[in-house]
T-cell receptor
């Protein structure tokens, strides 16, 4: 079956540091890939997505590229802010499954200190 | 604010009891998804409805059931509750309920079973 693996947290870094969160997937078909962010006490928000190989999703300074050859979708941001402290989830949706249910990784907590 | 509302925000109940969680989707969205977030299992898809009909089922226990009403709100019913059912339950809505339609998440209902 399909699965998503992401690096364990917490990831602690200083403001303006470079952030990378690794995400790899296993899928028998051609998934769409997503990054969601969960701020404390809130629901999940879609951060970015990519629907086919070599697509780059970007939003709010975050980027991720769909790499079919390495089955990866790593999230990066060049200069983090304290407000980026949150839990980040990598997810996939199997495009053969018409109804779009999401399968999530375990989540990575990111803590940015001033 | 995603436009998806969930009530109640918190629920504390005893083992063996039954509870109902409610979700109102964004205006215009026809599909509702339910997800469970627990410490040991992470974020898991439970069930999806589209315009009142069940469309997809995930790891939903037989003690759990859901429905979507004509006004498109949805309810998740959890019965014979066990300690392990303690979790955050999220509802998400999307316009068409397909793999191409973005899901918007509500703030969640935190269920504590004592």
């Amino acid at each position: 079956g399909n699965s998503v693996t992401q690096m364990e947290g917490p990831v602690t870094l200083s403001e303006e540091a470079f952030l990378t969160i690794n995400c790899t997937y296993t899928a028998t078909g051609y998934p769409s890939l997503f990054w969601y962010v969960q701020y404390p006490g809130e629901g999940l928000q879609l951060l970015l997505k990519a629907t086919k190989a070599d697509d780059k999703g970007s939003n709010k300074g975050f980027e991720a590229t769909y790499r079919k050859e390495t089955t990866s979708f790593h999230l990066e941001k060049g200069s983090v802010q304290v407000s980026d402290s949150a839990v980040y989830f990598c997810a996939l949706s199997d495009q053969r499954d018409s109804w779009g249910k999401l399968q999530f990784g375990a989540g990575t907590q990111v803590v940015v200190t001033p | 604010d995603s436009g998806v509302t969930q009530t109640p925000k918190h629920l504390i109940t005893a083992t063996g009891q039954r509870v109902t969680l409610r979700c109102s989707p964004r205006s215009g969205d026809l599909s509702v998804y339910w997800y469970q977030q627990s410490l040991d299992q992470g974020l898991q898809f439970l069930i999806q409805y589209y315009n009142g009909e069940e469309r997809a089922k995930g790891n939903i226990l037989e003690r759990f059931s859901a429905q979507q009403f004509p006004d498109l709100h949805s309810e998740l019913n959890l019965s014979s509750l066990e300690l392990g059912d303690s979790a955050l339950y999220f509802c998400a809505s999307s316009l068409s309920g397909t793999v191409h339609s973005e899901q918007y998440f509500g703030p969640g209902t935190r269920l504590t079973v004592t």
